[in-house]
């Protein structure tokens, strides 16, 4: 086999019982043995005085920690050939290529605490200068090195024929990361949550790109990227969704101009907001820079609401659920937006309760959605998008809800309850509109359409929105297609104008922003 899984082995042991079941260590003097009279209470706290050896003894390890977790720390410093897990102890040996590389690892976390999920451990050499673990283990220790090396080469096999481990140092301090299956918001300050377990993060900008959430973040040692890449990658932030994809970045340092919701330089908070967007309130920042829960694991969509509030910079992750779902969006176009408007395009990311225009600021409204999560994942979505030719600005409203007028009073039609409304698209609990919500795009996702209706009919009417028609295919059977408009400001007009549209037949044109192009 190529690469390291040729030539790493990976032992697991439940408890210290089974430390004499095989022939676990191999040391220059065999004082370790199967059954030998001196093994019988090895040592596992070697002296701190111990000399230099490629074998590194861990201690105080948290839990149900992962040999992943392990193998990470040693990781930027060489070629991982072996690991030995004491779970029952907490404890672990960790064996490096050479004994330089082991004294590298060693020097770098005398200066640095090591931790492992927010917890310090205890480095220091073993007694021991080989690991040999039993042949039984094998099985597993393939699956665990595979997907290490999987990580490490983005699952491309390794063309190093002298069998030098692919686990290279980190090239850079900076990781790209890319969000699958953004069913909640993930924002600049959850990545700052979850990716601060593992170092400093100085910088971090997010941007959409290829209709995905994207960001770079810098860690102030290229040491806590390669761990946190090695750590997170693949994972879930909450439960079945919002998967992180990490990879490094060509860029060795990002130059952050702002501070605000998409971009931070945590090295200097001084820097200006830019573009209208309110700075980050220093007693927000320092709640953040708290330790917190860690997300990984530890949050469900139930309880995901706190994490999205920290997204918003509103509070730091406590575990409680946010209170209310009221928007603000300003800088409408006062001339051209009304309440049913505003409930087709905020309904894409969640359902719509009520909807205020301001009587006496008509280009603001409140739009109630059914909770907190649904306002988070809208706000994130849809701040700084043109809607009407006018880019709008979505906040989170002090208000908890949205009052109707009392009864008798005309407001104009300003106000409007869509609480039973058919059009909800996540009313029915599992929908598959949970796993189908993309940011807006130029390329729009049709369905429901009539057996009779063409190509060019759905041409035309798209056309009639307003913008052009660039694209366009059907799906095979004919019931959904993708059309793509010329930007996404027309396409966000024609979902806007078009969604329900009685296509005939009894059939209405269901439409959404796809992740997709044409």
């Known amino acids: 086999m190529d690469g390291i899984a040729s030539d790493v082995a990976v032992g697991v042991k439940r408890s210290s019982d089974d430390l004499l079941s095989g022939s676990l260590y191999n040391s220059p003097n065999s004082s370790v043995t199967a059954n030998g009279g001196d093994s019988k ?90 690991l040999k673990t039993d042949s039984a283990l094998n099985q597993r220790a393939q699956a665990v090195l595979q997907a290490v090396s999987a990580v490490q080469e983005g699952g491309s096999p390794s063309s190093d024929t002298a069998g030098e481990s692919v686990l290279t140092p980190a090239p850079s301090p900076v990781l790209r990361i890319i969000i699958d299956n953004m069913f909640y918001p993930v924002t600049l300050d959850v990545l700052q949550q979850i990716f601060s377990k593992f170092g400093t993060v100085m910088k971090i900008i997010t941007f959409t790109k290829n209709n995905q959430f994207q960001a770079l973040l810098q860690f102030s040692d290229p040491v806590n990227a390669q761990q946190a890449k090695l ?54 920042a320092a709640a953040l820079n708290k330790d917190s829960t860690s997300l990984l694991g530890a949050i469900s969509p139930l309880s995901a609401a706190a994490a999205a509030a920290a997204a918003a910079g509103r509070v730091a992750l406590s575990g409680h659920s946010v209170p209310g779902g009221v928007l603000l969006v300003s800088n409408l176009n006062d001339e051209m937006v009304t309440p049913q408007s505003l409930f087709t395009l905020f309904g894409v990311y969640g359902d719509v309760q009520r909807v205020k225009i301001l009587y006496n600021k008509k280009d603001s409204a409140l739009i109630q959605m059914s909770d907190g999560n649904q306002a988070q994942l809208a706000m994130s979505h849809l701040n700084g998008q043109k809607m009407y030719g006018k880019i709008i600005r979505v906040t989170l409203s002090k208000h908890q809800t949205v009052q109707l007028p009392r009864e008798g009073l005309d407001d104009q039609g300003l106000t409007k309850d869509f609480t039973s409304s058919p059009l909800h698209r996540f009313k029915k609990p599992g929908s598959k509109n949970f ?79 796809s992740k997709s192009t044409i």
């Not at 997170?232 to 990490?246: K, V």
């Not at 056309?463 to 966000?492: C, P, Y």
Request: with cysteine; net charge neutral; glycine share 4%.
């Open 41 to 130: 209470k090895l040592r596992v706290e070697d002296s701190m005085d111990s000399p230099p050896s490629r074998v590194i003894h861990i201690r105080k390890l948290p839990n149900e920690v992962s040999e992943t977790e392990v193998i990470a720390l040693g990781l930027p410093f060489g070629k991982v050939t072996n690991i030995l897990m004491l779970k029952g102890k907490n404890q672990a040996f960790l064996e490096l290529g050479t004994e330089e590389a082991a004294v590298t690892m060693v020097n770098y976390y005398t200066a640095v605490t090591p931790q492992v999920r927010n917890v310090p451990v205890f480095i220091q050499y073993s007694n021991h200068k080989e």
């Open 435 to 513: 796993q189908n919500i993309f940011p807006p795009s130029a390329t729009l996702h049709l369905s429901n359409i009539p057996d009779n209706v063409t190509e060019e009919d759905l041409r035309l009417l798209f056309s009639n929105s307003g913008g052009t028609v660039k694209a366009f295919k059907f799906f095979q059977d004919r019931k959904m297609a993708l059309l793509q408009m010329s930007t996404v400001e027309e396409a966000i007009q024609a979902l806007i104008d078009l969604h329900n549209y009685d296509m005939g037949r009894g059939h209405r044109l269901r439409v959404s922003f």
């Open 231 to 284: 750590s997170l990658d693949g994972q879930n932030i909450y439960n079945s969704c919002c998967t992180l994809r990490i990879d490094f970045s060509k860029l060795v340092n990002l130059n952050v101009k702002y501070n605000n919701d998409k971009s931070r330089d945590y090295t200097r908070p001084e820097l200006p907001a830019g573009d209208g967007q309110p700075a980050v309130d220093p007693s927000v």
